[in-house]
């Protein structure tokens, strides 16, 4: 039994997919872009800890993403208790340490 009506099982399709490919199209900016940015920086080591970690999350949220998308296709539900919502999540929580450590410059109690 699907649990959305066929138009918004439809649109939660759609919605998921430009999620991924949003999360695609932002990674990709950040590969192409962050040597630039490392070299005009202050801090350039902070930039590649940005840059590696994003890019380390970027295949996290695609497939929990993608797995949305094909939930709500195929079934009709967006079960968002999948193991892709683990690692998404949890990449979430190791970029924002990453990231804080690299927008302070190290300093262990912004952390």
């Known amino acids: 039994k699907k649990l959305f009506p066929a138009g918004i099982q439809r649109l939660a399709f759609w919605e998921e997919l ?3 490919i949003s999360i695609l199209v932002a990674n990709w900016v950040v590969w192409r872009n962050s040597a630039y940015w490392a070299n005009h920086a202050v ?3 902070d930039v590649m800890i940005v840059r590696m970690f994003a890019l380390l999350h970027c295949p996290c ?3 929990y993403h993608v797995v949305l998308a094909v939930g709500c296709w195929h079934r009709g539900v967006r079960d968002r208790n999948t193991w892709t919502r683990i690692l998404d999540m949890g990449g979430v929580h190791v970029c ?3 990231f804080s450590w690299a927008l302070t410059h190290g300093l262990a109690w912004f952390v």
Request: hydrophobic share 50%.
């Open 43 to 45: 801090h350039a080591e």
């Open 18 to 20: 430009a999620n991924a």
């Open 96 to 98: 924002c340490v990453a």
């Open 61 to 63: 949220s695609v497939s």
